[in-house]
């Protein structure tokens, strides 16, 4: 039996459902090789990154190779499997596009050496490398995050998920009724290849859907989206609607603070709110630090009470209106900062090997000086470039 998702995955981006956006950066990123030679496509599952990527390269009549990042998980395998396949010519002499599936499968510690043999290979590539992750924003990821273009996919709107249920069940021959559909859409939570899994678990056998079918599946539990329990929290003064919020939230405790954090003052617009919603947030983040400190998990209750009730109960009634709840730039922005000090500390690396100093004397002492040639003297700093033997990205961090 052939899945659903399999059978129906698009073979054009014609068809694919939602992603307008992300599929013409996906185009430009090959369209543009090697200018950056990998491409990481980032989003929630189901929102159609892997069909995606097969779609573009049926398009561009790409041989793909696809290997799942979990099944080439140490340094040695991914050499092994992946360092041929980015080298060798396409054994049917057309052009070739490496995906690289789910690296989120690759960890930082039982798979040492995988994801830096990964980077490395990116350098040497001669075909365009595509991953996919659910999130890339973990510190492990910050070398391929510096190689990529990043490129998002969002969650599926459920009108977008109910148009290709609807093709699928007509292709099929399925008696349905528009609520029974609508229903199953709106339960997928955005997960697109999980409600075709689903309509193909109720209807496959039967051809028929109704609404009582829907009601009474009982598989997989879906993970709710972030932006749904911050409704829950910040939309209630009813602690029985927010304490449950977080419980099918796949994100961990650190992310969930900065999403909070964030989206706090959009929603309470009265100052007294909004100061004891920070109040109960930072008592959240004290039993965040004791449980760091001392391993006592029995606080993590207490911290989820103080997230959901805690901040729910902040505000004196509940606020009109829709507000836009967006995730944490935070992340985004100190790693933008790390990304620069790190070129900083590469070139002071340099400048102290050559002159014989400490790093931080070099900072201190020679890259204020080093900074003001390059800006004023074109000549002397095409010599000092040579001499410290800087790349081009460094020399563009020093012109700047």
Request: proline letters at 4%; zero cysteines.
């Amino acid at each position: 039996m052939q899945p659903w998702s399999v059978k129906y995955q698009p073979k054009s981006t014609e068809f694919t459902q939602g992603q307008n956006k992300a599929v013409e950066e996906v185009k430009s990123f090959l369209g543009s090789f090697p200018k950056k030679r990998a491409a990481l496509v980032y989003g929630p599952p189901g929102s159609g990154k892997t069909s995606m990527v097969h779609a573009v390269a049926g398009e561009n009549e790409l041989e793909i190779i696809e290997v799942n990042a979990s099944d080439v998980r140490n340094a040695e395998s991914i050499k092994e499997k992946l360092g041929p396949a980015m080298m060798q010519m396409s054994l049917f002499s057309r052009g070739k596009l490496i995906l690289v599936d789910e690296i989120d499968g690759v960890s930082g510690s039982a798979d040492r050496g995988g994801i830096s043999e990964l980077a490395k290979l990116l350098d040497k590539t001669q075909f365009p490398v595509i991953m996919t992750a659910n999130d890339p924003f973990d510190k492990k990821f910050s070398t391929l995050r510096k190689k990529s273009a990043m490129i998002e996919f969002r969650t599926l709107a459920y009108p977008s998920v109910l148009a290709v249920l609807k093709k699928i069940a007509e292709k099929e021959s399925i008696e349905y009724d528009e609520v029974s559909l609508e229903t199953l859409a709106r339960r997928a939570g955005g997960d697109l290849r999980g409600a075709i899994n689903d309509l193909q678990t109720l209807a496959e056998n039967t051809k028929k859907l109704s609404k009582g079918d829907v009601d009474e599946l009982s598989g997989r539990r879906q993970a709710d989206t972030m932006i749904n329990a911050l409704m829950r929290i910040l939309k209630t003064t009813s602690p029985e609607v927010a304490l449950p919020a977080l419980e099918d939230v796949d994100e961990d405790t650190d992310e969930i603070f900065l999403w909070i954090d964030e989206n706090l003052p959009k929603e309470y617009k009265d100052h007294e709110d909004l100061a004891k919603a920070y109040d109960v947030l930072s008592r959240a983040d004290v039993f965040r630090g004791r449980i760091l400190r001392r391993q006592h998990w029995r606080f993590l209750v207490y911290i989820n009470d103080l997230l959901t009730a805690g901040i729910a109960l902040s505000k004196k009634e509940r606020y009109p209106g829709f507000n836009k709840y967006t995730r944490t730039t935070r992340i985004l922005k100190m790693w933008m900062f790390n990304q620069k000090n790190a070129k900083r500390k590469s070139i002071a690396g340099k400048i102290a090997e050559k002159t014989h100093t400490s790093s931080r004397r070099a900072i201190q002492d020679t890259l204020p000086y080093v900074r003001v040639i390059f800006k004023k003297n074109k000549a002397e700093a095409e010599k000092l470039a040579e001499y410290f033997e800087l790349d081009d990205a460094e020399i563009d961090y020093l012109k700047k």
